[in-house]
């Protein structure tokens, strides 16, 4: 964890997180309802908005009109088999495609008062609270690198999801990019 404290941000890795892809048809309603169901939390139908599962174990990001990110917990890369499985069986007959995604993307946590500042100065994406608080996500460029940009709370802090080859490069953008801070 890099702790910029005098800087008001702090910035950490979480490992493990379970992450699958799920695509699925919108106009299959009954199946988008199953596959919330088996999820308990629903498919967000509006573009870059988060759900919470109902035990609060598991998120669903919008992606795409037809595309959601399942994400757990950290440490919970494990059950991502299961989740695939229990979505798959909960959308049949209707057409679905899920994948164990986990492996794909790195989590970094930037969290702090001068967070959304600080991720400024690398996204074109406005992150001021009143178009983009907790509760939203974007995939967008955080200094050219592709990321997945989620915001958890009003602290605020935001998961940053990275390929993990752009990850050094990303971690290194981000303590060069607190300078900018003063």
Do not use: K
């Not at 035990?55 to 959601?68: A, K, R």
């Not at 695939?84 to 959308?91: I, K």
């Not at 999801?161 to 490069?169: E, G, I, K, T």
Request: glycine share 6%; with cysteine; aromatic share 6%.
């Amino acid at each position: 964890m890099t702790d910029l404290a005098a800087t008001g941000v702090a910035i950490r890795t979480l490992h493990r997180l379970a992450q699958v892809d799920v695509r699925l048809e919108p106009r299959e309603v009954a199946a988008m309802e199953r596959v919330a169901a088996a999820l308990t939390a629903s498919l967000p139908a509006a573009p870059n908005t988060v759900a919470t599962a109902t035990d609060g174990e598991g998120f669903v990001l919008w992606l795409g009109p037809d595309e959601w990110l399942v994400v757990g917990h950290e440490g919970s890369a494990s059950v991502a088999p299961a989740i695939e499985t229990a979505v798959r069986a909960a959308a049949a007959p209707a057409f679905l495609t899920t994948v164990d995604v986990s492996a794909n993307r790195v989590v970094l946590e930037v969290t702090g008062p001068r967070a959304r500042e600080l991720l400024a100065f690398g996204c074109a994406i406005d992150l001021d609270p009143v178009s983009f608080g907790s509760g939203r996500c974007v995939q967008t460029l955080l200094a050219r690198a592709s990321v997945i940009v989620w915001q958890t709370d009003d602290a605020p802090t935001y998961r940053l999801l990275v390929r993990p080859s752009f990850v050094a490069y990303v971690v290194a953008w981000l303590d060069d990019a607190v300078a900018g801070l003063g």
